[in-house]
């Protein structure tokens, strides 16, 4: 692993104007997420009978307020916090899985290789949104099962990166010269075939976040993942959608900001995607 | 030939297995006993017993998964445990319904990608390009569910135009095709075509802009063919991988529908697997999940077998 090959590839990031513009306003919200205690102006959880579905700009609530008259503004706030959770820990955990299991895979081929990819293909065989409904569904509603429904839907699509790139390195004359001067195998893998093949796994992970984010946050729509009265941006957009007849627009408020963050996610992606290739 | 024709389809038999293996085995993530729904918590041992007799349930698991999957390759999918009603029946019923959303949708966005994409590639980084690209990004970003809710404040609400939920004047949906009936599907159906047509797009731009710097299409130019010609050479070029990634949309769109039903109210499959869910319904969750799987795997195949008809290439690489 070469730290000059990653410096090169932030430093082609860093010239991009659009992916830093993402990352500035992932950063931006990753900070409110984390600061939300601070600069919440009210309590995301307490709530007011008296003044329910509030409009934009009401005193006191600039962005108004919920079914439940809890204010709107600190609950984004606070539903940052879970809803990038939701984005980032799924892809992280199948990053991680599958680049172990698509490395394995690659590298000793055979039918070992032939086990692993046969079975992940019946996983294939379902498309994602069913995949995530379906493992969320039967394991029942909360947090951490969303969670690991996400990363069930994900390893499967890591791995068939990973395993392909490293089929592709696995024969270069180098790693063959390593094998040669008596390399083991988990020092060729950690040495010579990591560092070539842990840049494509990484762009179609980067790919992943906004797709984990709308699944994710989709999962809680359907009240399948986060429970209430927890502030999430998916489970919001549930519970507020008895109110798109009275207060449309705050009812369409966290559905906005899902949009947003997968667009950011997205650029940021796209943006390291075209970096790393300016480097290969 | 016809060797990797038959290849494909042999293939697809395994995969059609694990999926009713798989299928199978998620009841069996779910927490406490399948019985949950229709037993009380404080039956009496022998009502238990009786019960789990009577749905096969006393058998060791892979005798369990023969007998499910003998049944179930006869059509039989057993009786959903909340209704009692045949499994078949309903998931039969609600299919119709979610194809009939899956394609209108995948057609629109196919369509709309397909002139988004060639304009995009044709006049490669001009305004228009740079439009189908912002709209591309859009398509894929956009969570669609949400976009569902904005299109019924926009359309049903602030412009009292279309219907907000229900797939039909009679609630009954199938597929009466009439403007009373195609009212109702217009907004779901517009909902789910932005994720083909951003994908689409995408796809379409890319092979065109691509297509377009072989050498190929500098010989047919310097032959002296007008834009228009070799526009229909490079269409021909392309359309076979557009088939492919439209293809697959059709089923990933029936798949993911359960989110635009659950914001249209539409009475499909979405609708039949969030009853199963929340009423802890398995033989209904399994049948559901079963179908939509088979139908994908299906349509992957006919995806493989339709390619190298149009792209004889194919075959050979």
């Known amino acids: 692993m070469n730290s000059s090959y990653w410096n090169k590839v932030a430093q082609a990031l860093r010239r991009d104007p659009v992916a830093m513009a993402a990352a500035a306003l992932l950063a931006l919200l990753l900070l409110a997420a984390w600061a939300a205690p601070w600069i919440a102006p009210a309590d995301p959880y307490h709530g007011s009978m008296l003044h329910r579905l509030q409009p934009l700009g009401a005193t006191g609530h600039w962005l108004g307020t919920d079914e439940l008259g809890r204010d709107m503004l600190s609950r984004l706030l606070y539903g940052a916090r879970l809803s990038l959770l939701i984005g980032v820990v799924p892809v992280a955990a199948a990053f991680v899985l599958g680049t172990v299991i698509g490395l394995f895979a690659g590298y000793v081929g055979g039918a070992a290789n032939t086990l692993i990819m046969r079975t992940l293909d019946v996983f294939y065989a379902f498309p994602s949104v069913l995949l995530a409904v379906a493992i969320a569904g039967a394991l029942g509603p909360g947090l951490s099962n969303s969670l690991l429904a996400l990363t069930l839907v994900f390893v499967p699509q890591v791995v068939r990166v990973a395993e392909s790139v490293t089929t592709q390195v696995r024969n270069l004359d180098y790693v063959e010269a390593a094998r040669m001067s008596g390399a083991g195998s988990l020092r060729i893998l950690r040495e010579q075939i990591l560092g070539n093949v842990l840049g494509p796994i990484f762009v179609y992970a980067t790919g992943l976040l906004s797709v984990s984010m709308i699944l994710g946050s989709g999962l809680s729509f359907l009240g399948l993942g986060v429970k209430p009265p927890e502030p999430e941006w998916g489970l919001m957009l549930n519970t507020l959608r008895s109110a798109i007849y009275l207060n449309p627009w705050i009812a369409a408020l966290p559905g906005a900001m899902i949009f947003f963050t997968s667009i950011a996610f997205n650029l940021l992606a796209d943006g390291v995607r075209s970096a790393l290739e300016l480097r290969a | ?317």
């Open chain 2, 1 to 317: 030939m016809l060797f990797f024709l038959l290849k494909r389809v042999v293939y697809a038999v395994p995969i059609a297995l694990g999926v009713t293996l798989l299928t199978f085995l998620l009841v069996y993530l779910a927490p406490g006993d399948a019985l949950n729904a229709i037993a009380p918590a404080d039956a009496p041992a022998e009502v238990i017993a009786a019960l789990k007799h009577t749905y096969g349930l006393d058998r060791p698991l892979p005798v369990q998964y023969g007998l499910w999957l003998a049944r179930a390759m006869h059509g039989d999918l057993g009786n959903s445990i909340a209704s009692g009603r045949a499994v078949r029946a309903e998931v039969l019923a609600a299919v119709g319904n979610t194809l009939k959303l899956a394609l209108l949708a995948a057609g629109a966005g196919v369509l709309g990608g397909c002139l988004l994409g060639a304009v995009a590639g044709l006049r490669s980084g001009s305004a228009l390009d740079r439009l189908a690209t912002l709209l591309s990004l859009v398509g894929v970003s956009i969570p669609h569910y949400w976009l569902g809710m904005v299109l019924t404040i926009v359309f049903s609400i602030a412009l009292p135009w279309l219907p907000a939920f229900g797939a039909g004047p009679d609630s009954a949906g199938g597929w009466v095709l009439d403007a009373a009936h195609l009212r109702y599907a217009l907004l779901p159906a517009a909902t789910m075509a932005v994720i083909p047509m951003g994908i689409v797009t995408r796809t379409v731009r890319a092979l065109v802009s691509d297509t377009l710097g072989r050498e190929f299409v500098l010989a047919l130019r310097a032959r002296g063919l007008g834009e228009f010609a070799v526009f229909c050479h490079v269409a021909r070029n392309v359309a076979p991988t557009v088939l492919a990634v439209g293809g697959l949309q059709v089923g990933y769109l029936m798949g993911g529908s359960i989110l635009v039903e659950t914001v249209f109210a539409w009475p499909g499959t979405g609708f039949l697997l969030n009853t199963a869910i929340f009423q802890r319904d398995m033989p209904l969750l399994q049948g559901t999940i079963l179908v939509l799987c088979l139908f994908f795997v299906a349509l992957n195949l006919l995806v493989d077998l339709l390619q190298p008809l149009l792209d004889p290439r194919m075959v050979r690489r």
